[in-house]
């Protein structure tokens, strides 16, 4: 059974720092990898998706990686600010019904 | 605008009484699905639609009934409450195979069941 781990649950960092998030996974048979923003009172957002085929993806400030092998992603915000703040969820698809299975996700605060 | 409505966002209500949340997207799109979120679980999936009249269990569908007759909505509704059902409620969609399409979600309905 697929599961997915996000570390830290919580992370607070001062305004322009560069910062990772870990999203690991137990099964590497997996179609893609999602990452998600979720805001408070809001549904999630789709950041960035990575197929099983790719190594990364690049959306402005953001970079996913994707080490299939090793059952790793990595999330990478460049120069971090206060509107970065929120829970960011990586959810992984696989298996008979394509359905996501997310992680518990990690919530980022950027302080100014 | 390319948007996913759920409607209630917010729904307080006792144990049995039948409910309905609705949730209805706007981009054709074939894949409808819903999930629940609750602290430290994350979220799972209760049920999923590929296409019109073809609905399917996710992981937690115990509780919970879907219909899928039109392409654009995508209800779920609880036949008798009870408060272990008391959770975030998220609908999303992706235009056909959620293993390569990206996925869009609503807002959330926050349920709480007394």
């Known amino acids: 059974k697929q599961e997915v781990t996000q570390i830290p649950a919580a992370l607070s960092v001062p305004e322009g720092e560069n910062l990772v998030l870990n999203c690991s996974f137990t099964d590497s048979a997996i179609y893609n990898l999602q990452w998600f923003r979720q805001d408070p009172g809001k549904g999630l957002t789709s950041l960035l998706l990575?197929?099983?085929?790719?190594r990364e993806q690049t959306s402005g400030r953001l970079n996913a990686s994707l080490d299939k092998s090793s059952g790793r992603s990595t999330l990478y915000i460049a120069a971090s600010q206060p509107g970065d703040s929120a829970t960011y969820l990586c959810?992984?698809?696989?298996?008979?019904?394509?359905?996501?299975?997310f992680g518990t996700g990690t919530l980022l605060a950027v302080q100014p | 605008e390319a948007q996913v409505t759920q409607n209630p966002r917010y729904l307080i209500t006792v144990t049995g009484k039948k409910l309905t949340v609705t949730c209805s997207q706007n981009?054709?799109?074939?894949?409808m699905s819903w999930y629940r979120q609750d602290p430290g679980l994350g979220l799972r999936q209760i049920y999923y639609?590929?296409?019109?009249?073809?609905?399917d269990k996710g992981d937690v569908p115990e509780g919970y009934k879907v219909s899928r007759k039109e392409k654009r909505n995508f209800p779920l509704i609880l036949e008798s409450p009870s408060p272990n059902q008391t959770s975030l409620y998220f609908c999303a969609s992706s235009l056909v195979d959620p293993s390569t399409d990206t996925q869009y979600f609503g807002p959330g309905t926050r349920l709480t069941v007394l």
């Open positions: 990575i197929q099983s085929s790719q």
């Open positions: 639609s590929m296409n019109v009249e073809v609905t």
């Open positions: 981009m054709n799109h074939e894949y």
């Open positions: 959810a992984v698809s696989g298996g008979a019904t394509n359905k996501l299975i």
